[in-house]
């Protein structure tokens, strides 16, 4: 996974310091990850799920939000809203890249962040959230116990997850403010909201809250015993697998290759920690493979074998279809449903084609005359070799 450093301003001038994580092949679509309250970029669980993202193809800028983590500036003087602005920066520093962000994802507050400014950003086609709260002002309870002092003398300095950290009055101000409920109306992205049934830093009932607050196409998935900070590898990969796998409606498919875009060939790859899926090319076009939830599969895409039933009928049918044109008859378009069984030991393909009836019958009974004479066919039934190398 190549990494490179990758820096942009924020309102006030500062430079914010960046990861930018590249798959190994040619991206297929980028992401922007926000990270949680006091948190770095650097943190365990978004970097688990930046490297198995980009091992899926997409990919991924994570920055230190300012004033934290190798970011220039005052956390003092930062709050929800700068928090918010530096996002909408990060995002237009990659557009400036050609790299315009096509996934948003954020963690606990970084997700009310991301909810906050994803309306604001053209590029995007979906957005997830982690145990992110519906309130910006939830983050509040992390420093009650200086809460009168920040008051009474306009700052404290409060100690977060072992850290010192001063809190201005302004701090507190700014997130009592803020509502994310008119901004997730506005929001014309996919939305997924991931969440710990069990979190107990920010309640499940907040993802239930931005769930009734947004409009369609909008999904949920319980993360189960994943605890705040995702510090299982297990539950950051599982993290990055569910939304790899619910973006994949919405982001562009993966990219080939210069070496598989020019191949005539089909060239599959398994993916790490997810076994029976594959991904892949056949002469320079994204395919999955996969099997069924009931045979261990995620159902990711279609079983060798529906693949195969795929490649008779789609060559009957274009088979079909140049017989058409080289006769120049007026046929309207035409499907197929092949099916596959095995009887006593012989595989049988049996195919349905569905021709119009305003096909006249002789021209009917040529066209399946034709149909079996398609290369596929003729492939399945006579016998074949199968030979094997390896490095």
Same mark, same amino acid.
């Given at each position: 996974m190549p990494t490179e450093k990758f820096v942009f301003k924020n309102k006030s001038g500062e430079t914010l310091a960046a990861r930018l994580d590249r798959p190994d092949t040619p991206h297929c679509a980028v992401a922007l990850f926000a990270h949680c309250f006091t948190c770095t970029k650097d943190i365990f669980g978004a970097n688990q799920i930046s490297r198995r993202l980009t091992d899926h193809g997409i990919a991924v800028l994570r920055f230190d939000f300012t004033g934290l983590g190798a970011s220039e500036g005052e956390f003092a003087n930062t709050n929800f809203s700068s928090n918010v602005d530096d996002i909408l920066r990060a995002a237009s520093a990659l557009a400036d890249a050609d790299l315009a962000p096509d996934l948003l994802i954020g963690h606990s507050l970084g997700g009310a962040a991301v909810l906050k400014a994803a309306w604001q950003i053209p590029s995007l086609k979906a957005v997830a959230t982690i145990a992110a709260p519906y309130d910006p002002g939830h983050v509040e309870h992390n420093f009650d116990a200086?809460? @009168?002092?920040?008051?009474?003398?306009?700052e404290a300095e409060v100690r977060l997850v072992g850290r010192p950290f001063r809190i201005k009055k302004q701090f507190l101000e700014d997130i009592r403010s803020q509502s994310i409920a008119? =901004?997730?109306?506005? *929001?014309r992205a996919a939305l997924l909201i991931l969440h710990s049934p069990i979190d107990q830093v920010v309640g499940i009932e907040n993802a239930e809250r931005i769930f009734k607050a947004t409009k369609h196409p909008?999904?949920? #998935?319980? *993360? =189960? /015993? !994943?605890?705040?900070?995702?510090?299982?590898?297990?539950?950051?990969?599982? &993290? !990055? =697998? !569910? #939304? &790899?796998?619910?973006? +994949? @409606?919405?982001? $562009? +498919? $993966?990219? +080939? /290759? !210069? /070496?598989? &875009?020019?191949?005539?060939? &089909?060239?599959?790859k398994e993916r790490d920690g997810i076994p029976y899926t594959l991904d892949g090319f056949a002469g320079g076009h994204p395919i999955q493979a996969d099997e069924p939830a009931s045979l261990g599969g995620r159902d990711l895409g279609p079983t060798p074998y529906q693949q195969l039933r795929a490649a008779l009928g789609a060559c009957t049918l274009i088979t079909m279809r140049m017989y058409i044109g080289r006769k120049d008859w007026a046929v309207p378009p035409l499907s197929i449903d092949v099916e596959h069984e095995s009887k006593d030991g012989t595989d049988v393909f049996t195919r349905h084609i569905a021709i119009p009836n305003s096909v006249p019958p002789e021209q009917k009974a040529k066209l399946l005359e034709i149909a079996n004479k398609c290369p596929v066919h003729r492939t399945l039934e006579r016998s074949s070799r199968v030979e094997t190398t390896s490095d």
């Open positions: 200086w809460v @009168r002092e920040i008051e009474q003398e306009g008119d =901004d997730t109306a506005k *929001l909008k999904s949920f #998935i319980s *993360l =189960d /015993t !994943a605890d705040h900070l995702l510090s299982k590898k297990a539950d950051a990969h599982y &993290v !990055a =697998d !569910a #939304i &790899v796998g619910w973006a +994949a @409606r919405y982001l $562009p +498919a $993966p990219m +080939a /290759t !210069a /070496t598989e &875009v020019a191949s005539t060939g &089909v060239h599959l």
